[in-house]
Each structure stands twice: as structure tokens, then as C-alpha cells.
């Protein structure tokens, strides 16, 4: 590998953001690294200022294609990363100069999983989160104990930002971010944790994280806030990819079953904000994967379960946003 780290920055019209963002990425104290820009068709200014950072550090590569969506562009950048591990970081968001440094001081001989820690930053409020991990910093741990944190403890599961990464082992499980989706990093995370035993922990607050931007994924409001996640659950737990989750121990599978199902329940609440066509999808494509709905967490999930199986997705749906 030619580089420690590679640090792949998909962007999307971000022309007001990106320079903050590879400003923070050039202002590491640790310097073995590459940077991997892609331009995922932007419509605005941003394929300029990209080039135009291009031209600042050698370290900075570029690609350039159609709009493909988020996991494309991140799957564009896997493909020509050289680093010994991947480091993700969103366009809109920031890191701290010393975050590479870190990670290559808790990176252990073999590691191919480090769960780190990042920071929410509302425009009235900023919240650090995963304080415990500070005390396992540098610290390895076992696959169930890794598997209890993320799935469990950590106040963030999935985003793939969270965790730097093998290159190695991604390129031995073939692993990429599921195209056409808006939850790709639920899928991409689970199948992460179910790739490897060989985790580090991070404590050191990195990653700020830039919440509600206008225009951003996160803020959208389609019937696919909540189908994708129930197709990404199903998948695992009911459909073509169960072999994965039946791969791991009982405990395990089960922990990872029910942190999928809450993920389910919880894009439930964006039901309310949809017009009656997204609706009446959401209402279908729930009736259509029934089965999963037999984990349900918490008692409002029972309680949804069982109004769904006597009065019907609709009615169960009304009951569900009045509990949420």
C-alpha cells in the first residue's frame, strides 16, 4: 500500500462546504495519507473547487462521474484507494487536525476494524458522543464485545464514518456500499461487523458531524425513509443475505436482528411527514415483509405488531404516531 490512510470525500453539490471540509482533511499533524475527491455530477460549483484543490496538494486524486448517489461515489473511491486503511468523511462535515494521528497511534498489527467516536453539531447545540469509549482507547476487543458496543452501547450505530477500516479486508469480503438506497451505511455497517473479528477501539472525538444541512439526504421525506430500511432488515433476517447473520453466535445474530428492527421502527416516525401517495407505498411495502416484524425491541413495537396483525398496517400506523 502506497499510502497509511486513504480518505475518500464524496461530494454532491457542496459548494459552500467542501473547502472547510478538505481544509480540515490537509490540516492533519499525521501525514500519510491519501485524499480521494469524487464529484458524484455535480450541478454547481463544486467540480471547480475540487480541481482547484487538486492542484494545491499532490496527495489529492480526483475522479470525476454521472450522478450515481452516495454509495456509487463511495464505491468509486474503494476502487482506486491504495491506503492501508479507508477513513470516510462526508463533504459537508469536518475532522479534527489530529484525527489520522490517532487512528494510526490505536491501530494494532492486524486490526481491520477501528470504531471511533464522532460529534453532532445542531446549529444551537453540539453533542459529543460514545464518551465511555475514551476509556478503551487502543484497546482490542473481542467480536462480541465489539458487536455489544456498536449494536448495543454506542449512542450511533451505523454511520459508516464511524469506522476506519482494512483495505485488505475489504477487498477480501468484496464489500461495497449498496447502490440506490438513501440507508446505505445500515447495510454496509452490518456487513462490516459480520466480516471480521478483529477490532480496536478509538476514544479520541474526530468527527464533526454537520446536522439538517438543507438539501442533505438526512432531510428528505419519501416512502423510502422507511421501505429501504425494512428491505435492508429483511435482506439480513428473512431474505437472500440471512446466511450472513446464521455465520455469526447466537447472541450475536440476535443482538444485530434487534438493532436492525429498531432501526425499522424508528423510520416509522417519518410516516407522518409523507403525502398520501408515499403513504399508501410505506403501508404496502410493511405489508409485504410481515415477517420481520416479529422482533419488536420494545413494548410499543409489540403493541404495533399486534394492531397491525388485527386491525391492518394502516390502523397500526395511526396507533404507532400517537406513541411516537
Same mark, same amino acid.
Given at each position: 500500500m502506497a499510502f497509511r490512510f486513504s480518505v475518500i470525500v464524496p461530494c454532491y453539490n457542496v459548494e459552500a462546504y467542501v473547502d472547510e471540509c478538505i481544509q480540515s482533511i490537509l490540516s492533519q499533524t499525521f501525514n500519510d495519507y491519501e485524499v480521494i475527491m469524487v464529484d458524484d455530477g455535480s450541478t454547481d460549483r463544486t467540480h471547480i473547487k475540487c480541481e482547484e484543490w487538486c492542484t494545491k496538494d499532490s496527495r489529492i486524486k480526483l475522479i470525476t462521474k454521472a450522478n450515481g448517489g452516495l454509495s456509487s461515489a463511495r464505491n468509486a473511491g474503494l476502487e482506486v484507494a491504495s491506503g492501508e486503511y479507508i477513513v470516510f468523511v462526508d463533504s459537508d462535515d469536518t475532522i479534527k487536525n489530529e484525527s489520522l494521528y490517532f487512528f494510526d497511534r490505536a491501530l494494532h498489527s492486524g486490526t481491520d476494524v477501528l470504531i471511533t467516536r464522532l460529534a453532532e453539531d445542531y446549529s444551537d447545540r453540539f453533542i459529543e458522543q460514545d464518551f465511555q469509549l475514551v476509556k478503551y482507547d487502543g484497546m482490542s476487543a473481542s467480536v462480541d464485545e465489539a458487536i455489544e458496543w456498536i449494536m448495543n452501547k454506542s449512542q450511533s450505530t451505523w454511520p459508516s464514518v464511524k469506522y476506519v477500516i482494512s483495505n485488505e479486508m475489504i477487498k477480501k469480503n468484496n464489500?461495497?456500499?449498496?447502490?440506490?438506497?438513501?440507508?446505505?451505511?445500515?447495510? #454496509?455497517?452490518?456487513?462490516?461487523?459480520?466480516?471480521?473479528?478483529?477490532?480496536?477501539?478509538?476514544?479520541?472525538? #474526530?468527527?464533526?458531524?454537520?446536522?439538517?444541512?438543507?438539501?442533505?439526504?438526512?432531510?428528505?421525506?419519501? $416512502?423510502?425513509?422507511?421501505?429501504?430500511?425494512?428491505?435492508?432488515?429483511?435482506?439480513?433476517?428473512?431474505?437472500?443475505?440471512?446466511?450472513?447473520?446464521?455465520?455469526?453466535?447466537?447472541?450475536?445474530?440476535?443482538?444485530?436482528?434487534?438493532?436492525? @428492527?429498531?432501526?425499522?421502527?424508528?423510520?416509522?416516525?417519518?410516516?407522518?411527514? @409523507?403525502?398520501?401517495? $408515499?403513504?399508501?407505498?410505506?403501508?404496502?411495502?410493511?405489508?409485504?415483509?410481515?415477517?420481520?416484524?416479529?422482533?419488536?425491541?420494545?413494548?410499543?413495537?409489540?403493541?404495533?405488531?399486534?394492531?397491525?396483525?388485527?386491525c391492518g398496517v394502516r390502523i397500526a400506523m395511526e396507533m404507532y404516531e400517537l406513541l411516537t
Amino acid at each position: 500500500m502506497a499510502f497509511r490512510f486513504s480518505v475518500i470525500v464524496p461530494c454532491y453539490n457542496v459548494e459552500a462546504y467542501v473547502d472547510e471540509c478538505i481544509q480540515s482533511i490537509l490540516s492533519q499533524t499525521f501525514n500519510d495519507y491519501e485524499v480521494i475527491m469524487v464529484d458524484d455530477g455535480s450541478t454547481d460549483r463544486t467540480h471547480i473547487k475540487c480541481e482547484e484543490w487538486c492542484t494545491k496538494d499532490s496527495r489529492i486524486k480526483l475522479i470525476t462521474k454521472a450522478n450515481g448517489g452516495l454509495s456509487s461515489a463511495r464505491n468509486a473511491g474503494l476502487e482506486v484507494a491504495s491506503g492501508e486503511y479507508i477513513v470516510f468523511v462526508d463533504s459537508d462535515d469536518t475532522i479534527k487536525n489530529e484525527s489520522l494521528y490517532f487512528f494510526d497511534r490505536a491501530l494494532h498489527s492486524g486490526t481491520d476494524v477501528l470504531i471511533t467516536r464522532l460529534a453532532e453539531d445542531y446549529s444551537d447545540r453540539f453533542i459529543e458522543q460514545d464518551f465511555q469509549l475514551v476509556k478503551y482507547d487502543g484497546m482490542s476487543a473481542s467480536v462480541d464485545e465489539a458487536i455489544e458496543w456498536i449494536m448495543n452501547k454506542s449512542q450511533s450505530t451505523w454511520p459508516s464514518v464511524k469506522y476506519v477500516i482494512s483495505n485488505e479486508m475489504i477487498k477480501k469480503n468484496n464489500l461495497r456500499f449498496k447502490i440506490g438506497i438513501i440507508n446505505e451505511d445500515i447495510e #454496509w455497517t452490518t456487513r462490516v461487523c459480520t466480516s471480521t473479528n478483529n477490532y480496536v477501539y478509538c476514544g479520541y472525538l #474526530w468527527y464533526i458531524h454537520r446536522m439538517n444541512r438543507t438539501g442533505s439526504i438526512s432531510t428528505l421525506r419519501s $416512502s423510502k425513509q422507511i421501505t429501504d430500511v425494512i428491505d435492508i432488515a429483511y435482506e439480513f433476517i428473512d431474505g437472500n443475505e440471512r446466511s450472513t447473520l446464521r455465520a455469526c453466535n447466537d447472541r450475536n445474530r440476535r443482538i444485530i436482528e434487534l438493532r436492525l @428492527m429498531k432501526s425499522v421502527y424508528a423510520s416509522l416516525a417519518h410516516y407522518k411527514n @409523507m403525502d398520501s401517495v $408515499s403513504k399508501k407505498r410505506a403501508i404496502a411495502y410493511i405489508n409485504e415483509h410481515k415477517s420481520i416484524f416479529r422482533y419488536a425491541p420494545y413494548f410499543r413495537h409489540r403493541l404495533f405488531n399486534i394492531v397491525m396483525k388485527l386491525c391492518g398496517v394502516r390502523i397500526a400506523m395511526e396507533m404507532y404516531e400517537l406513541l411516537t
